[in-house]
């Protein structure tokens, strides 16, 4: 194909994909969701009578962002070989570090507030830098990176289109579109295209012109060529083409896109007309609706029964008055020429029937039961007759199991992010970057990079180089759910309670830290100063009184005396040892020289004997 069919095809393929989102819009409710969540019933619903409001999708959804996400997360970074050890620490310093000064927590948020209301939500994951030029050099080589960083922030869900036959997106997906809208002005000098606009600033009242302008963009990401195309709304042409940023292709070729999706129901039915999934709220709105059906019903009732009277005007002084009586004036007058309990009597109103309150029980139970939340989760009343510890207890587990799903959820999707920042620090941190380290980092690690002249004592350098190796990447489980003052100190109070059976022991330095952390929990600064204080006192050697003082002296010139004395006695000691010790040898040597005599004697005779028979054969 040729580049004009190329671009006709993508053109025809993002006006279709336009089409298609926006009608997805009216068959999935995503609109009328959202404005569920604000409150705007009326709106969503076109109501043309009054009705209470009782908005549960904001309370299930706030619920569910602070259950599910109210910590940072902690990130592990566990290396896979022994050379891997070090930059595995450096890696998970690096992310958790960069991570909070991001505020990629409040990005996250916002995806699974989104999630719960449209199903699905979207986290781009990406490298950013500012270039600038060197004034006075004109070549290919003046330009500098000025700043360089990461980023992961949260895409709106109808922003990221992909295609059609995708049954697990991303990883299946064939290509990607990540649609934007940027300033006109900006465009155009960007690209040096005669770009228009298709949209204004909301609110742009007082704006210039050229500020208030805006364009759609286009990014498509296609895995087939293995390009990354821009094609601005009004062009003839792609604005922008380049290859696969290399963080994302990995080192047996294969690419990857740069979004992670997070989607509490992984359900996708192709047999449909799309495939996205449906967002939860769809499940139980029907309960949602008929709660504040008979929620208005009550209320309409009592104001019938306080409001429906039957007068006698004949007896009333003045016939204007009843208009104060259907007002219902608050301490209006009303003159009468008789008894006034003649003039007013109550419309008898039949009651609400009582199996309207069951009724109303009975739809709050169907969508606990749907959703997967209690009303207590929630901030509401247990419905219970003893209201026991136990029986509250009994109702969070019923949620638990659901709960701890969804937790697992957060946490892989945050470990998808957090993988996908590692690929671009380690691919483009070319310049020096500073990060605190966070979490445990063993003592040995902290001395190696003292030696190497990367940590000063509160924070460590580190470029790509420092993070390379083979490691895999989580994220502690429970690091993101809540966990208040009263839980985390019923937990240091059970510790400390039990902990003598697994050999945690009063004055140890691990219980020392236990008291430091309760002391911190509650808040309590005086009394952790003077715990600190105290603990000081008690790890430093004790000084000794004058007296005591003397007494080791004393001490001390006796044992200098002892020591005197035994050296004195060793020396005597090893003196008559030596003596003796001459006296054996000499006595020896005189038993040598003794039988060294003796030996030649007897030789000397043996001669002589055997000498004897040849003289007197002589003779």
């Known amino acids: 194909m040729t580049k004009q069919e190329i671009f006709e095809k993508w ?16 068959i999935k409710g995503w609109s009328r969701y959202k404005k569920y969540y604000r409150n705007d019933y009326d ?11 009782i908005n549960d999708v904001y309370s299930y959804v706030r619920t569910a962002v602070s259950s599910l996400f109210a910590r940072n997360p902690r ?20 992310v958790n570090y960069y991570w909070n000064i991001k505020k990629i927590k409040h990005q996250i948020k916002k995806c699974i507030k989104e999630a719960k209301l449209v199903g699905y939500s979207w986290v781009k994951v990406g490298y950013e830098t500012d270039i ?12 500098f990176i000025k700043n360089e960083d990461v980023f992961a922030v949260y895409v709106p869900h109808d922003e990221i289109w992909y295609d059609s036959d995708a ?5 299946d997906c064939r290509w990607m579109i990540h649609k934007y809208t940027k300033s006109t002005e900006i465009l155009r000098n960007k690209y040096n ?7 204004e600033v909301k609110n742009s009242q007082g704006m210039k012109e050229e500020d208030r302008e805006l364009t759609d963009v286009y990014e498509i990401w296609d895995k087939d060529s293995g390009k990354i195309k821009v ?8 604005a922008e083409e380049k290859d696969w940023l290399d963080c994302f292709v990995d080192e047996n070729g294969r690419l990857e896109f740069p979004f992670v999706m997070l989607i509490f129901d992984e359900y996708i039915d192709l047999g449909e007309d799309n495939n996205l999934p449906d967002p939860e709220i769809r499940a139980f709105e029907p309960q949602i609706l008929e709660n504040m059906k008979l929620r208005s019903l009550q209320m309409e009732h009592i104001k019938r029964y306080n409001r429906m009277l039957v007068v006698d005007k004949t007896k009333l002084v003045d016939e204007t008055q009843m208009e104060a009586i259907k007002r219902g004036d608050i301490a209006g007058l009303i003159e009468a020429n008789t008894d006034p309990s003649t003039v007013f009597a109550p419309v008898p109103y039949p009651p609400v029937q009582m199996d309207a309150y069951a009724v109303g029980s009975l739809i709050a139970q169907d969508k606990d039961q749907i959703s997967g939340q209690s009303s207590v989760e929630r901030g509401g009343a247990a419905q219970t007759k003893t209201r026991t510890l136990g029986e509250l207890q009994q109702i969070q587990a019923g949620t ?26 380690r691919t483009y941190f070319d310049m020096p970057k500073f990060a605190r380290i966070s979490g445990s980092v063993s003592q040995s690690v902290v001395d190696i990079m003292k030696q190497q002249g990367k940590f000063d004592g509160f924070s460590f350098k580190f470029t790509k180089e420092d993070i390379q190796g083979e490691y895999d990447i989580d994220v502690v489980p429970g690091s993101t759910v809540p966990l208040d003052t009263a839980v985390r100190t019923q937990k240091i109070l059970e510790m400390a309670r039990y902990g003598q059976a697994f050999g945690l022991a009063p004055g140890t330095m691990a219980s020392i830290q236990l008291g430091k952390n309760l002391m911190e929990e509650n808040e309590m600064k005086e009394v952790s100063i003077a715990y600190d204080m105290d603990v000081d006192n008690m790890l430093k050697p004790k000084q000794p009184t004058p007296q005591e003082q003397l007494k080791m002296q004393q001490q001390q010139l006796n044992l200098a005396k002892s020591q005197k004395s035994l050296q004195v006695a060793d020396n005597r000691m090893a003196s008559n040892e030596q003596s003796t010790m001459k006296k054996k040898i000499d006595n020896m040597r005189s038993m040598q020289g003794t039988a060294y005599n003796l030996d030649n004697t007897k030789k000397a005779v043996d001669i002589q004997k055997s000498m004897q028979p040849q003289e007197k054969a002589k003779k």
């Open 11 to 26: 053109k025809s393929r993002i006006s279709h994909k336009k089409i298609e989102m926006d009608s997805l819009d009216s």
């Open 43 to 53: 709106e969503a619903l076109n109501l043309k009578i009054p009705v209470i409001k």
């Open 75 to 94: 990130i592990r970074v566990n290396p896979k070989r022994t050379q891997d050890i070090i930059p595995a620490h450096v890696t998970e310093c690096a």
């Open 132 to 143: 600038e030029k060197v004034d006075g050099v004109e070549s290919e080589t003046n330009e």
């Open 167 to 171: 049954q697990d997106p991303p990883y």
């Open 193 to 199: 295209e005669k770009i228009q606009a298709n949209r």
């Open 231 to 238: 094609y601005i709304e009004g062009l003839d042409k792609f």
């Open 400 to 425: 638990a199991g659901r709960l701890a799903e969804q937790q697992d959820i957060v946490e892989e999707f945050t470990a998808n992010i957090a993988r996908k920042m590692i690929k671009v620090m």
